[in-house]
Every structure is written in structure tokens, then in C-alpha cells.
């Protein structure tokens, strides 16, 4: 252990480095883990201790994230870039429920985040270590939430941000974000999976500073969905969280976050973890369920572009996670997502189209008795309705090739006077 009290340790080979070495991978090309030395501060860390930060007024505290500061990084408080993220609500929506068919089923939204999803969890994680390696330039490649939130962070540290998108498919919400923050936003003409190699030889080339959840520092931010939720849930394990599943980092955080709370003695078991991808962008679906190595999807389809991703950065770790805690990978079609998006959005809720796999998945997963409709169940839902309101207004018109409005609410359209109005509200 150096003088840090983290270092970095390859997922494949357990090839060991510095906690500051400036490298996305092992040598070995493996993925690393940020693995800490929880020594120092075990026997001061409690539940407790935690608590009392909720309230506090130092930005530090009141983060969502930095709230966990010894289970993420140890940063000093001026070191800290944040605005401040988390603190997200915990929606119980019986209407949602019914429709999945349970009894206690919980709905975390981090899209109620700063840039409006749960990228800035990581992102604040990131952008800080960029600080304190005294890098300049960041990048990273994205289906849109990642690139806002990185834009947003950048621009608040200082830093010039480069970002890369798949031309075309990606949501407005998010583009918007990332020029407005300032970003150079460079369109790929190729999906997700091409931009990710690029960005990755661009950032190896160039000394860039890579800000994927590659990044292990992103994955570190992102434990704290689960360290929050837990804390919203008075510490009580719930029987499972599901979640959406596109790059893959986001469950690996989750998972790694809970067995170190679990390793730590702060909770007493682990809650299975459902995670959900879109039909037509399965590769953790595929090799889950018949247990080989990981097969990329060539060309990854799905109405919600967030997790339109073939070649998934984090499947090992993803895999690892899920089979620790005795999880379960799902696939739903996009009609499901977006009938299981209509009932979101209608309870007041609102999410993108790649958070309500977290519902059509759950559904799915009750119908088939894997959940049973007894079992306490949190989902995630992972970005804000007005990312992607193009998607939203097609579902409703019923304007979207190959899926029907099912649970459509159109707008109607009325001659401008009094009695034609009120034919619309008498019914
Ligand atoms: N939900 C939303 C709204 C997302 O934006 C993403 C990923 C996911 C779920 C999947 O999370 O990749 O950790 O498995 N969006 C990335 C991006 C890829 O570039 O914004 P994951």
C-alpha cells in the first residue's frame, strides 16, 4: 500500500499501482478498481456518523456523495469540485406499483441530479482527481448524460472539455447541455462503441484526461446511489434494487459500493441486484444467461439512446457484482420501456426512456415469479423526462415507428372559442 490510502488493482490480473498513476488500464488491458485501505477509519465509520452529516451546511456534507467521503476518496474538503449532487428523492407511486406488481416497490430518481442525471456522482468524483493530478484538458465519449455532466463539471473547475457523440443519436436534452456548457462537441459518424475507442487512443495519445466510467474515480462517485439509498431507507436492506444496464458502470458501482458497506460491518447483508437492458443492446443479457464470456452487440438498437452500447467498458465488473450478490440480468423490448415510461411519467414521476427499463424490467421479472410480489424492491431511475421530451411527444402522438401509445395521452387541438373548449373538459 503507498502512502495514499487507496491504490489501483487490475480486475483481470490483480496487478497493483499507484492510487495517482495516470493510466485508464492495466497493462494487461484489464479494467482497474479503486481498492482502499479502510484501516485508518473502520472503527470511527457508522451509520450514525453519516446521519448526522444530512443537514449540514459545508458543501461537502451536504453532497450526496461527499456525504461518504471515507468510502469514496478522501479528498479535503477544498479539493472537492461539486454542486452539490445526490439528495435525490425516494418516490413510492401506487399506480407504479400496481402496474408491476408489487406491494413495497420504491422509485430512487437521480435524475433529479445537477445536470439531471446520475452521471454526476461519478463526474464530481472525477472532475476532482483531474484537479488534483493538475490536468487541464478531459474528454469522454457518450450517449448524452455523460457528456452534460462532464461539460458542466469541466466548466466549473476550468477546464476545456471534449466530448464525442454518436451523429444523430443522441437525445436533445442533452446536447443541448453539453454546448451550452461550453464543451467542443465532436459527432462521431458511428455509434457509441467507435467513440469510445476513439476517445480512449485520443486520450492515451494526448495526455487528455479520460472521464468514462473506464475511470475507476467515476465508478468511486457512483457507490454513493447505493449509500444514499440505504441511508433514505433508515439502513434497511431492501430485497432488491434493479437498475438499467448500458456501459455497465453504473451497477458495478453499486455493487462494489454495498460489499464494502457490507465488509465494513454498516449493513448485514446484500441486496440482490436485477439489472435491465434494452432488447436490441444485450451483450450482459446474453452472456448472463448463457454463461459464456462477453460477445459484443455489433450494431446496438433501442429507442433509448442512453444505453444503445454493444461493447460494454465495465462487463467484467458488472459480472462480478452480479453474481456476489446472487443478481439477475433482464431484456425488455421498447415497447416495454416506454409503456413502463408512461406509467412513470403519469405518476408524476417522469424519467428518460433507459431509466424506466428499471420498471418494464421489474415487471417482468415479477410476472416470471423471480421477484416475488412480497419482496421490498427499489429501482433506479437514472435521468430526468426532459433529457429525451422528442421521444416523449412521439410516444404520445403515437408518432414512433413500431411502438404503439398505449397508455397515449395526445395533445388536442380546438377551434379558439369557449363552447368547442368545453366539449373537452365535459367529458
Ligand atoms: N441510464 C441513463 C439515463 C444513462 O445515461 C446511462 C448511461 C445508463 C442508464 C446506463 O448506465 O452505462 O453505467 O450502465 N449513459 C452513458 C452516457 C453511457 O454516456 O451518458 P451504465
Known sequence: MTALAWKLTCVDCATDYPGLELRNRCQCGGTLDVVHDFSAVADSLSTAYFDQRLGARLPADRSGVWRFRELILPLSPDEIVTKPEGNTNLYRAARVADYVGLDDFQLKHEGEN?????????????????????????????????????????????????????????????????????????????????????????????????????????????????????????????????????????????????????????????????????????????????G??????????????????GNPVSFQKSMRGILASDGIVEQVSDQEILDAKAQVDAAGIGAEPASCTTVAGAKKLVARGVIGPKQRVCGILTGHLLKDSDTVVGYHRDELAGIKGNYANPPISVAANLAEVLKHIRD
Open 114 to 290: 445537477p445536470t439531471a442525471s446520475f452521471k454526476d456522482r461519478g463526474m464530481t468524483v472525477g472532475i476532482s482527481l483531474a484537479k488534483k493530478l493538475g490536468m487541464t484538458r478531459v474528454a469522454c465519449a457518450s450517449t448524452g448524460n455523460t457528456s452534460a455532466s462532464l461539460a458542466a463539471y469541466a466548466a466549473q473547475a476550468g477546464m476545456k472539455a471534449y466530448v464525442f457523440i454518436p451523429e444523430g443519436k443522441i437525445a436533445y436534452g442533452k446536447l443541448s447541455q453539453a454546448l451550452a456548457y461550453g464543451a467542443r462537441t465532436i459527432q462521431i459518424a458511428g455509434d457509441f462503441d467507435r467513440a469510445m475507442q476513439l476517445v480512449e487512443a485520443l486520450c492515451d495519445q494526448e495526455g487528455i484526461y479520460l472521464l468514462n466510467s473506464i475511470n475507476p474515480f467515476r465508478i468511486e462517485g457512483q457507490k454513493a446511489i447505493g449509500f444514499e439509498l440505504l441511508q433514505d431507507l433508515n439502513w434497511e436492506v431492501p430485497d432488491w434494487i434493479v437498475l438499467p444496464g448500458g456501459n455497465l458502470g453504473n451497477n458495478s458501482a453499486l455493487s462494489k459500493g454495498l460489499y464494502e458497506l457490507k465488509e465494513l460491518g454498516l449493513i448485514d447483508r446484500l441486496p440482490r441486484i436485477a439489472v435491465i437492458q434494452a432488447e436490441g443492446a444485450n451483450p450482459l443479457y446474453t452472456a448472463y444467461t448463457t
Open 292 to 309: 459464456r464470456d462477453l460477445v459484443p452487440v455489433a450494431q446496438a438498437e433501442t429507442i433509448a439512446t442512453a444505453i444503445r452500447i
